[in-house]
């Protein structure tokens, strides 16, 4: 054979491996779990000083098939964090602890998932934090597309009110075991403010968000992930002792550092996301980041 021959059947070869798709998506096999941990880092930009916020979390996430329904499934997640401010430098300091705990049935196909969630959210020695709503994702190849929206319900000292989301994403991979996410959330919660001389508050959340995920071994089906997310933030309240309206605009900067490991795993990222645990992204609000 001719080297000419040979290296169109080797390019022909690599063409093929290239554009062909990943294994199809499909409702859940059986019982599915993983286990996250990250680390977080948010910088505030205000007119006044604000000192930075840090938060540690724990979580994981069991799924697994309804064998009365084809296709239908259910996820149960859990969640905690510990987030404080101060440290060196700081004139500020002071912690707080986060429970999350959510339950979601879907729908999962060959061509993508639709499902209902439901999210509740406490913070000690201040109030808690309920989301709900619709969130689906499609596949086309190496591309998934995902989207999310519902409404907000909080409760407490200082927080009661209601709210809506909604949110869009897109996963692209570059490889089968590594992924890059473009995401875009928007919120708004009209609540209580929390000080003396304030009444009812407007809250508007924007975050627009990149997040790279790697799984370093198949066998091993442990992931890295880090992201960051800019976020601009408005607050208009009715101060009652000023008899006027005030808005406060800031924005913050997130960096975020964590792994996921995949009970089970045994196939790449792709097929983990597509076939496996649903992802973090699609169950939640975006009230804390979509990180």
Not at 141 to 159: D, E, I, Y
Not at 174 to 186: I, K, Q, Y
Not at 270 to 283: H, V
Request: proline share 3%; hydrophobic share 40%.
């Amino acid at each position: 054979m001719s080297i000419s021959k040979k290296l169109m059947g080797t390019a022909c070869v690599l063409a093929a491996a290239f554009v062909a798709g990943p294994a199809a998506a499909d409702t859940l096999a059986g019982f599915t779990a993983m286990v996250n941990a990250d680390y977080t880092h948010t910088s505030v930009t205000s007119s006044s000083s604000q000192p930075d916020l840090n938060t540690a979390g724990l979580g994981g996430a069991i799924a697994m098939p309804v064998d009365e329904i084809s296709g239908l499934n259910w996820q149960l997640d859990g969640q905690y964090n510990h987030a404080w401010v101060g440290g060196s430098g700081s004139s500020s300091s002071g912690s707080a602890e986060f429970w999350d705990l959510g339950f979601s049935p879907f729908w999962a196909g060959q061509s993508g998932r639709v499902g209902l969630n439901v999210n509740y959210m406490t913070q000690t020695h201040f109030g808690h934090l309920t989301n709900g709503g619709l969130f689906t994702e499609w596949y086309f190849g190496r591309l998934t597309a995902a989207a999310k929206g519902g409404w907000l319900s909080t409760g407490g000292s200082a927080v009661g009110g209601h709210g809506n989301y909604v949110g869009g994403a897109v996963t692209f991979y570059a490889l089968p075991n590594l992924s890059v996410t473009g995401a875009a959330d928007w919120n708004d919660l009209v609540t209580g403010h929390g000080c003396g001389t304030c009444g009812r508050t407007d809250l508007h959340n924007w975050y627009l968000s990149a997040i790279v995920e790697f799984l370093v071994s198949e066998r091993f089906p442990l992931s890295i992930y880090g992201g960051f997310t800019y976020g601009t933030h408005h607050d208009t309240f009715f101060d009652t002792f000023l008899h006027a309206f005030v808005q406060e605009k800031f924005n913050t900067s997130t960096f975020l550092v964590g792994f996921h490991y995949y009970l089970g795993g045994g196939m790449p990222l792709i097929d983990l996301n597509r076939n496996g645990n649903l992802r973090p992204w699609l169950r939640g609000s975006g009230w804390e980041g979509p990180l």
